[in-house]
């Protein structure tokens, strides 16, 4: 069928009205025909992620909506404790953390660092999931292992935006994280 695509003079990178290619509308197709065949749907990988981190990650949404709906737990972690949410929280996807806090994606999971979603999302400076975040109920206040806050985790790395929404949210910027130090 790809051989006749490709004979046939078809435009590979064309987008459809959602602005999905060809390539994005193969994976999404592929991914359901391999979970029509039994594919294991909590399989792991050396990293002890299954699909739907990978899924998560890489703003894959298709699979990801493919995937849930079979699985007994969204909120399982990897080798780092993270949880797919936390992959979609440092990617910055707002529509896959959407749709996994809908599937009951755990807000106030940790991972080995006790970071949670939206330090992520703070750090990486993605704004619109932090809103997300916190509209879901995500603590703006919430500590890792370090006392580092999600206001700590932007301000380290320089997401003025981010910084500043937290600000206006009433976040203590003289809270000291484990050394001392302020954001």
Same mark, same amino acid.
């Given at each position: *069928?790809? *051989? ?7 435009? %590979? ?8 290619? $060809? ?18 749907? #909590?399989?792991?990988? @050396? #990293? ?9 990650? #890489? ?40 749709? +996994? ?10 991972? @080995? ?31 890792? @292992?370090?006392?580092?806050? $999600? ?10 935006? %981010?910084?500043?929404? +937290? ?9 000291? #994280?484990?050394?001392?130090?302020? $954001?």
């Amino acid at each position: *069928l790809l *051989l006749l695509f490709f004979v046939t003079g078809a435009r %590979v990178n064309a987008k459809d009205s959602k602005w999905l290619t $060809p390539l994005h509308r193969a994976v999404a197709s592929c991914s359901e025909v391999l979970l029509k065949h039994s594919a294991d749907v #909590n399989a792991r990988d @050396k #990293n002890w992620q299954t699909p739907l981190h990978i899924a998560a990650a #890489n703003k894959a949404v298709k699979c990801a909506e493919a995937l849930v709906p079979l699985l007994s737990n969204v909120n399982l972690s990897d080798r780092a404790g993270r949880t797919a949410l936390h992959h979609a929280a440092f990617s910055g996807h707002v529509e896959m953390v959407s749709l +996994l806090l809908s599937r009951g994606a755990n807000i106030n999971a940790f991972d @080995k660092k006790d970071r949670r979603a939206i330090h992520w999302a703070a750090y990486m400076g993605h704004i619109e999931v932090v809103k997300l975040l916190v509209a879901h109920g995500a603590e703006v206040t919430c500590k890792d @292992k370090k006392s580092y806050t $999600p206001l700590h985790a932007a301000a380290s790395s320089g997401m003025i935006s %981010v910084v500043k929404y +937290l600000l206006d949210l009433g976040v203590d910027m003289n809270e000291p #994280n484990a050394y001392g130090n302020t $954001p």
